[in-house]
T-cell receptor, first 115, second 110 residues
Framework: GAVVSQHPSWVICKSGTSVKIECRSL??????MFWYRQFPKQSLMLMAT?????????EQGVEKDKFLINHASLTLSTLTVTSAHPEDSSFYIC???????????FGEGSRLTVL | RKEVEQDPGPFNVPEGATVAFNCTYS??????FFWYRQDCRKEPKLLMS???SGNEDGRFTAQLNRASQYISLLIRDSKLSDSATYLC???????????FGRGTSLIVHP
C-alpha cells in the first residue's frame, strides 16, 4: 500500500532553534498536504493546508512566519518550526492527499520537544 | 460549539462486550465522515468511512444520522487489541478538509 515517510520521528532541541520536519509520499503523488499538530489528550488540530507549487493556507491562530511550509514537489512537503519555544512542543503529523484517488494518508508523526 | 465533538471517555469494557461511540458535528453541509483509530503516540489509521445508509465491516458498524448531525461507531465482541482512541472525522462543510474530534478512548480488559 501507499507509504508516507515523515522524519524525524523524535527531535529535542533548544529554545530558539529551528526544526525542519519532512514528509514524503513514497509511491503516490500528493497535490495537497495537511499539517496537523496534536497536544496530549487533544484532537489533531489543522495548522495549514498546502498545495504543491503555491503558498500554504494557514488556520486562524497559526503564525505563518513561525511555521514555514514548503511544498515544492508532489512527493515532498516540509514544515519548519522557526525559533522554537517550549510551547511548540507537540506531535506534528503530515497528511498527504493522494492526487489520483483523494485518499488521505498520514505520516507517522514527529514528536518535538523544545527545552 | 466545536466542529466535531466526542465524549473523551475512557470507556472501560470487558472482552466480548459491545460498545458504542457517538460523535456530533456542527456543519450541516459536511458530506464525508470517517472513523479513525489512533494508538498511543502513533498516527491515526483509517478504520472505516461512514455512509448514509450505514455500513458494516466485520465487528464494526458505522451509522450516520444527518438530521441530528451525528455519527456512531458500534464495536461488537470487543478484543483486547481494540484498545485505542477512536477519532471521528468530518470533512469541513463544502470542502475536503478533514476536521478531527478529540477522540474517544476505549480500554478493553480481560
Amino acid at each position: 500500500g501507499a507509504v508516507v515517510s515523515q522524519h524525524p520521528s523524535w527531535v529535542i532541541c533548544k529554545s530558539g532553534t529551528s526544526v525542519k520536519i519532512e514528509c514524503r509520499s513514497l509511491d503516490f503523488q500528493a497535490t495537497t498536504m495537511f499539517w496537523y499538530r496534536q497536544f496530549p489528550k487533544q484532537s489533531l488540530m489543522l495548522m495549514a493546508t498546502s498545495n504543491e507549487g503555491s503558498k500554504a493556507t494557514y488556520e486562524q491562530g497559526v503564525e505563518k512566519d513561525k511555521f514555514l511550509i514548503n511544498h515544492a514537489s508532489l512527493t515532498l512537503s516540509t514544515l519548519t518550526v522557526t525559533s522554537a519555544h517550549p510551547e511548540d512542543s507537540s506531535f506534528y503529523i503530515c497528511s498527504p492527499v493522494a492526487t489520483d484517488t483523494g485518499e488521505l494518508f498520514f505520516g507517522e508523526g514527529s514528536r518535538l520537544t523544545v527545552l | 460549539r466545536k466542529e466535531v465533538e466526542q465524549d473523551p471517555g475512557p470507556f472501560n469494557v470487558p472482552e466480548g462486550a459491545t460498545v458504542a461511540f457517538n460523535c456530533t458535528y456542527s456543519n450541516s453541509a459536511s458530506q464525508s465522515f470517517f472513523w479513525y483509530r489512533q494508538d498511543c503516540r502513533k498516527e491515526p489509521k483509517l478504520l472505516m468511512s461512514v455512509y448514509s445508509s450505514g455500513n458494516e465491516d466485520g465487528r464494526f458498524t458505522a451509522q450516520l444520522n444527518r438530521a441530528s448531525q451525528y455519527i456512531s461507531l458500534l464495536i461488537r465482541d470487543s478484543k483486547l487489541s481494540d484498545s485505542a482512541t477512536y477519532l471521528c472525522v468530518v470533512n469541513r462543510g463544502g470542502s475536503y478538509i478533514p476536521t478531527f474530534g478529540r477522540g474517544t478512548s476505549l480500554i478493553v480488559h480481560p
